[in-house]
């Protein structure tokens, strides 16, 4: 990824705040614990937001892992705020971009951030328009060295040839999985291009059809449905990296355990089949 070395079994921190992603967790101490077991774990990828919380996942980030190991990449995303009824507002503007950078920064404990991804479109899928205005301003922020490199998320073919124009991109983070196959030519020109493609969303937007059989198919390799759905983004392309999340040292482990999951090829057809 933009030259840094990335495990391809990520973690992602959004589920260590509270519900809806807002707010204080439960268990903080289960969240500090489950951070380092994915580092433990040789996991040196991990995906977070100073907007999650707000704050709340940068600041457990830091308190578990600062100093940090030399080779955590930590990749972090701008473009919105939270309202005080926990939504999820765009702030898009350059200045409002410079503030959350900052409060990146401050809130992880860091002098530069290792990726930082500019988050457009909806909430699941990309909104046509112009990325120039908000690339242009991270790009600004990485000549000062704040930002080391730059990536993308909920974005279409056209908006990643735009930003491209402005800066080198890293990675694109939009939702994927089985059953929602949108972006596998967009996947394939990023993968000629050598740049990552970090699905998030592993299990949505499944009907409950397609979990059926995809609960049917992990039956007889004696998975999880979950480990099978990250096992097949691994099986689907090279340059797909994974992001899953979870504020428990169980799953963590549920999670890892699709990078040794080899899916057959029948199996692996039969899965194909369900985002046909």
Known sequence: MGGLTVT?????????????????PKDRDACVAVLRAAVDAGINHIDTSDFYGPHV????IKEALYPYPDDLVIVTKV?????????????RRPDQLREQVEGNL??????????VNMRLGGFDA?????????????EEMRKEGLIKHIGLSTVNAEQVAEAQSITPVVCVQNMY??????????????????IAYVPYFPLGGFSRLQHDSLDAIAGRL?????????????QRSPNILLI????????????????????PAAELAELDAIGG
């Open 106 to 115: 401050r809130n992880l404990g860091l002098e530069a951030l290792d990726v």
């Open 177 to 194: 999985n089985i059953a929602t196959r949108a972006d596998d030519a967009l996947i394939e020109s990023l993968a000629a291009q050598g």
């Open 57 to 60: 996942t940068n600041q457990i």
């Open 126 to 138: 990309p909104e046509p328009g112009s990325v120039a205005e908000q690339v242009g301003a991270l």
């Open 79 to 91: 473009g919105a705020e939270r309202d005080a009824d926990g939504g999820w507002p765009h702030a």
């Open 222 to 234: 004696g998975s999880s449905s979950l480990t099978v759905a990250l096992a097949w983004l691994l």
């Open 244 to 263: 899953p999340g979870t504020s428990s040292v169980a799953h963590l482990s549920d999670n890892i355990a699709a990078v040794d999951l080899e899916i």
């Open 8 to 24: 391809r079994m990520g973690y992602g921190a959004m589920q260590l705040a509270g519900p809806g992603v807002f707010g204080p």
